[in-house]
């Protein structure tokens, strides 16, 4: 059974940094890909990072580009979002989520390119 918990979020002011972590679990994620999204009240789930399992290349949505780093530790089946310089903007639950087959790089920013979902992470930004 496929697992997916993230863990880190919480409540911080403009300009601080946190550090979301997404543990999974069930299945062998090499070589598929992993990616953030995140889901502001009143607005549609919308993609943050992305990061193929095997070669590790990153994909990032323009509003965090040069903000959020994503990145992975494959012994330790894991995929984290450090996130910098947060902004109001960036409040939202953000959701770990995972496929478990290869995919073009241009579906990588789609809900529907994935298979499993987390449950969530609340991130508070205040001005």
């Known amino acids: 059974q496929v697992q997916l918990v993230e863990s880190g979020g919480g409540s911080v002011q403009a300009g601080g940094s946190l550090r979301l972590s997404c543990a999974a679990s069930g299945r062998t994620f090499s070589p598929y890909p992993m990616a953030w999204f995140r889901q502001a009240p009143g607005k549609d789930r919308e993609f943050v990072a992305a990061i193929t399992w095997s070669v590790s290349r990153s994909y990032y949505a323009d509003s965090v580009k040069g903000r959020f780093t994503i990145s992975r530790d494959n012994a330790k089946n894991t995929v984290d979002l450090q996130m910098n310089s947060l902004k109001p903007e960036d409040t939202a639950v953000y959701y770990c989520?995972?496929?478990?087959?290869?995919?073009?790089?241009?579906?990588?920013?789609?809900?529907?390119?994935?298979?499993?979902w987390g449950q969530g992470t609340q991130v508070t930004v205040s001005s």
């Open positions: 989520a995972a496929r478990l087959s290869g995919v073009v790089v241009a579906r990588l920013s789609l809900n529907s390119t994935y298979n499993y």
